[in-house]
């Protein structure tokens, strides 16, 4: 999955929601300054292996 140039974008959801992704791989962000948290609740993604952040653009908490 890919975010890519989404200014105004907080957070991918700001609910206590559980997210369940059973076959994603690999997440990218980029120019998306305003994002500080993926999600509020419980995110599962048991075949997550790479995560890549712009860097120096923001900070997650």
Same mark, same amino acid.
């Given at each position: 999955?890919?975010? #890519?140039?989404? !200014? &105004?974008? =907080? !957070?991918? &959801?700001? =609910?206590?929601?559980?997210? /369940?992704?059973? +076959?994603? #791989?690999?997440?990218?962000?980029?120019? &998306?300054?305003?994002?500080? /948290? %993926?999600? +509020?609740?419980? #995110?599962?993604?048991?075949?997550? #292996?790479? /995560?890549?952040?712009?860097? =120096?653009? %923001?900070?997650?908490?």
């Amino acid at each position: 999955m890919e975010l #890519t140039s989404l !200014s &105004c974008l =907080g !957070s991918f &959801c700001n =609910g206590n929601q559980t997210f /369940i992704f059973p +076959s994603l #791989t690999w997440l990218i962000v980029k120019e &998306c300054p305003q994002m500080e /948290i %993926f999600s +509020s609740g419980v #995110t599962v993604a048991p075949y997550l #292996t790479k /995560i890549e952040v712009e860097e =120096g653009t %923001f900070r997650w908490k």
